[in-house]
């Protein structure tokens, strides 16, 4: 189950491509990783809203990168089938686990799901879900039952943190909602532009020009770019652990090509779109909020691009403003916040 090869970067990158339109992303993106799915069987990815203060999971897009094309009706059927509580728990926020790992919870579930499936016995669950309800489910049909051993899921879920963080940047870039971004000078609203050779700032706005964020945006820089040209080929699983989902919990970084076709690496906001009127800062509410879908500490700091200290410090200060004593009472008192979205969690202990 482990995905290797210069795949697991190829996919990365088509989750920060701006360039296709919003009916292409799916497509590039499901092609670009196929050789990273591909078990022989289906292999479908379906954009979709589970919103956060509850209610039906909506699909929006599919596309079916391998296997039979029949593949949407059925999966919308088996959709239609399962009571929605059930559905949005089988998709909830950035887990990465087998269907038969997640039927634990729903005994009937895993029957009902077989009953709509022409191919395989399992299937691998991979949704990258946004804070604010917006994601990517991957589908991956699987010829036997099977358990995904821990280093592994750890790798899912770091191309999840990836799928989720370009699927947010596009839709605020791309397609802009009614919520308003903050303006830039700079392409697409950036606050860095980061030459290619020595990736060194050459222009800044807005947060990144507060102290040290040049050295930092630099460093992030400079692993992606290990990440996209020296591991990929050889060392593709450490390429995609140094390269980080967010830096400082703020920024993605993306290829931009002026007008003379020279390359450029932009830093681009792209915070999580989570809110908290009770005191907490943006970095606490993001981190507590990851927390309440369940992710370990190691995780949150992956998807954040912040250290796992950080994230252990971030959610004790998070405790003494909420006045609770551990971080079981700070997540029950983050999912009964409607605003961050109730949500049933992994109750697993985080590392």
Same mark, same amino acid.
């Given at each position: 189950?482990?995905?290797?090869?210069?795949?697991?970067?190829?996919?990365?990158?088509?989750?920060?491509?701006?360039?296709?339109?919003?009916?292409?992303?799916?497509?590039?993106?499901?092609?670009?990783?196929?050789?990273?799915?591909?078990?022989?069987?289906?292999?479908?990815?379906?954009?979709?809203?589970?919103?956060?203060?509850?209610?039906?999971?909506?699909?929006?897009?599919?596309?079916?990168?391998?296997?039979?094309?029949?593949?949407?009706?059925?999966?919308?059927?088996?959709?239609?089938?399962?009571?929605?509580?059930?559905?949005?728990?089988?998709?909830?926020?950035?887990?990465?686990?087998?269907?038969?790992?997640?039927?634990?919870?729903?005994?009937?579930?895993?029957?009902?799901?077989?009953?709509?499936?022409?191919?395989?016995?399992?299937?691998?669950?991979?949704?990258?879900?946004?804070?604010?309800?917006?994601?990517?489910?991957?589908?991956?049909?699987?010829?036997?039952?099977?358990?995904?051993?821990?280093?592994? *899921?750890? +790798? #899912?879920?770091?191309?999840?943190?990836?799928?989720?963080? !370009?699927? =947010?940047?596009?839709?605020?870039?791309?397609? $802009?909602?009614?919520?308003?971004?903050?303006?830039?000078?700079?392409?697409?609203?950036?606050?860095?532009?980061?030459?290619?050779?020595?990736?060194?700032?050459?222009?800044?706005?807005?947060?990144?020009?507060?102290?040290?964020?040049?050295?930092?945006?630099?460093?992030?820089?400079?692993?992606?770019?290990?990440?996209?040209?020296?591991?990929?080929?050889?060392?593709?699983?450490?390429?995609?652990?140094?390269?980080?989902?967010?830096? *400082?919990? +703020? #920024?993605?970084?993306?290829?931009?090509?002026?007008?003379? !076709?020279? =390359?450029?690496?932009?830093?681009?906001?792209? $915070?999580?779109?989570?809110?908290?009127?009770?005191?907490?800062?943006?970095?606490?509410?993001?981190?507590?909020?990851?927390?309440?879908?369940?992710?370990?500490?190691?995780?949150?700091?992956?998807?954040?691009?912040?250290?796992?200290?950080?994230?252990?410090?971030?959610?004790?200060?998070?405790?003494?403003?909420?006045?609770?004593?551990?971080?079981?009472?700070?997540?029950?008192?983050?999912?009964?916040?409607?605003?961050?979205?109730?949500?049933?969690?992994?109750?697993?202990?985080?590392?």
């Amino acid at each position: 189950m482990n995905p290797v090869g210069s795949a697991v970067i190829d996919l990365v990158e088509a989750a920060y491509d701006l360039e296709p339109s919003e009916s292409e992303w799916l497509p590039r993106l499901m092609q670009a990783g196929l050789p990273v799915f591909d078990r022989g069987m289906t292999v479908a990815g379906v954009v979709y809203n589970r919103p956060s203060k509850g209610g039906p999971v909506t699909l929006h897009q599919f596309y079916v990168a391998s296997g039979p094309p029949e593949f949407p009706e059925q999966y919308t059927e088996a959709a239609r089938m399962l009571p929605v509580d059930v559905v949005r728990d089988l998709l909830r926020p950035g887990m990465v686990e087998t269907l038969s790992e997640r039927s634990k919870r729903h005994p009937g579930a895993f029957a009902e799901i077989g009953k709509h499936f022409s191919q395989g016995r399992d299937a691998l669950d991979f949704t990258a879900l946004d804070p604010n309800g917006q994601g990517v489910h991957i589908v991956v049909q699987l010829p036997e039952v099977t358990k995904i051993a821990g280093r592994s *899921r750890d +790798r #899912w879920q770091m191309l999840a943190a990836h799928v989720s963080a !370009g699927h =947010r940047l596009r839709r605020s870039i791309v397609a $802009p909602k009614s919520k308003e971004r903050a303006k830039s000078s700079l392409p697409h609203d950036a606050e860095a532009v980061l030459e290619p050779k020595r990736f060194e700032v050459t222009d800044a706005a807005g947060h990144a020009k507060a102290d040290g964020m040049a050295a930092e945006l630099r460093n992030a820089a400079i692993q992606a770019h290990r990440a996209r040209n020296c591991l990929r080929g050889d060392e593709p699983l450490k390429a995609l652990e140094i390269w980080k989902a967010l830096v *400082r919990g +703020r #920024w993605s970084l993306v290829d931009w090509f002026d007008t003379d !076709g020279k =390359r450029f690496v932009l830093a681009v906001p792209n $915070p999580p779109d989570v809110s908290d009127p009770r005191g907490l800062t943006e970095r606490e509410t993001q981190v507590v909020t990851y927390a309440s879908f369940g992710h370990s500490n190691k995780f949150i700091a992956y998807q954040l691009g912040i250290s796992k200290a950080r994230v252990s410090m971030l959610l004790s200060s998070s405790m003494r403003k909420l006045h609770v004593r551990t971080t079981a009472q700070l997540v029950k008192k983050v999912r009964d916040f409607r605003g961050l979205g109730a949500t049933r969690a992994n109750e697993n202990d985080r590392n």
